[in-house]
Nanobody
Framework: QVQLVESGGGLVQPGGSLRLSCAAS????????MYWYRQPPGKEREFVAN????????KIADSVKGRFTGSRDNAKNVVFLQMNSLKPEDTAVYYC?????????WGQGTQVTVSS
């Protein structure tokens, strides 16, 4: 059974940093592209980043480019999202997800609140 468990969210002041983690189980992490999405309050879920299986490249949404970095440790079955220079508009529930066998698997999400 595929399982994704996000952690690392919390309350942070503008300009601060957080590192989100997504612990994966039930599949071989290195074989799949992993994604981070977020859902701001009252808005649609939106793409944040993807991290390819070999971890040598990734794509970042324009809204977070230069501030957020996706990475992964396939040996430890963990995916990360390093978030720097956080802004109030980054406030959202952050999810990791993977597409396996025609199914999108999602974690439960972790809340990130950026506020002074």
């Amino acid at each position: 059974q595929v399982q994704l468990v996000e952690s690392g969210g919390g309350l942070v002041q503008p300009g601060g940093s957080l590192r989100l983690s997504c612990a994966a189980s039930g599949f071989t992490l290195g074989n799949y592209v992993m994604y981070w999405y977020r859902q701001p309050p009252g808005k649609e879920r939106e793409f944040v980043a993807n991290i390819l299986g070999d971890a040598r490249s990734s794509k970042i949404a324009d809204s977070v480019k230069g501030r957020f970095t996706g990475s992964r440790d396939n040996a430890k079955n963990v995916v990360f999202l390093q978030m720097n220079s956080l802004k109030p508009e980054d406030t959202a529930v952050y999810y990791c997800t993977v597409y396996i066998n025609n199914t999108n698997w999602w974690g439960q999400g972790t809340q990130v609140t950026v506020s002074s």
